[in-house]
């Protein structure tokens, strides 16, 4: 991968910083001559390591650690996706909240949730949300159409995180690397981010199973036997999800 000390438009690039670096530690900090290394995906950065190393050695290490995490660029690149849904979501909560108190208690919607809602939904999402008869189309009816489409969306890019992950017994995550400060929040492991939406991920497409070999059997004409062969699915199960 290559290594930079300036940011550039496009790319997955490394850029290195030699010098002091500071960690955190309990309620205070120490320092040490080490070096910083910034996984960048052209302006955005992905993930950052900061290593203690002596000068003479910190080309050397620096170098190596960019060619482990390598591997992992595209992975990462997906991980940023995964997240905007999951802030895009969390930006949902307190307005869906917001729109259940009203349609419980029959009052209007406060302007300012209602007019997130607007500007965050699609016009099909408008569309559908009036012709509910909710006593708000714009509170709880608008909300549960964009949360939905967050909820799939998030589901959609954890299986392209799936998609993109290298073999995780070959190309280990140094346990130095982490995420981008979120919210003033720090030192969160991007091996364990990484792990839990790659799990998250293959949940999605484990429950995907029974009705793609049901879709397969009955509407593309693929046999049961063919599945069993393609998938190592036993012929029991097969039979159970298509019955007769």
């Given amino acids: 991968m ?28 120490w320092q040490a001559h080490g070096v910083r290394l910034d996984l960048m995906d052209g302006p955005a950065r992905l993930a950052v390591c900061k290593l203690e190393v002596p000068q003479s050695r910190a080309e050397a290490r620096a170098q ?3 060619e482990e995490i390598e591997p992992w660029g595209l992975t990462l690149r997906a991980l940023a996706a995964v997240a905007e849904a999951r802030a895009w979501q969390a930006r949902l909560v307190p307005l869906i909240v917001a729109a259940d108190e009203a349609e419980r208690n029959m009052w209007p919607l406060e302007d ?4 997130e809602l607007v500007s ?16 708000e189309w ?5 909300a549960r159409l964009i949360a939905a489409r967050w909820r799939d969306e998030l589901t959609a890019r954890q299986r392209r995180l799936l998609a993109t992950a290298p073999d995780v017994t070959v ?22 981010v990484v792990a839990r939406e790659l799990l998250a991920g293959w949940a999605a497409v484990r429950d995907l199973r029974d009705p793609l070999i049901t879709w397969a059997v009955r509407d593309a004409g693929v046999t049961r036997t063919q599945v069993q062969q393609t998938t190592g699915v036993s012929r029991s199960t097969i039979n159970r999800l298509l019955p007769g």
């Fill in 2 to 29: 290559d290594i930079t000390t300036e940011p550039r438009a496009a790319g997955l690039y490394v850029i290195q910083q030699t010098g002091m670096q500071q960690w955190a530690e309990d309620h205070g900090t």
């Fill in 64 to 66: 190596a650690v960019a």
């Fill in 112 to 115: 300012y949730a209602r007019d």
């Fill in 120 to 135: 965050y939904a699609t016009p099909a999402e408008i569309e559908k949300a009036k012709s509910s008869d909710a006593y």
């Fill in 138 to 142: 714009a509170g709880m009816p608008l």
């Fill in 171 to 192: 190309h280990p995550i140094h346990p130095a690397w982490e995420q981008p400060p979120l919210f003033g929040v720090t030192g969160v492991s991007t091996a364990q």
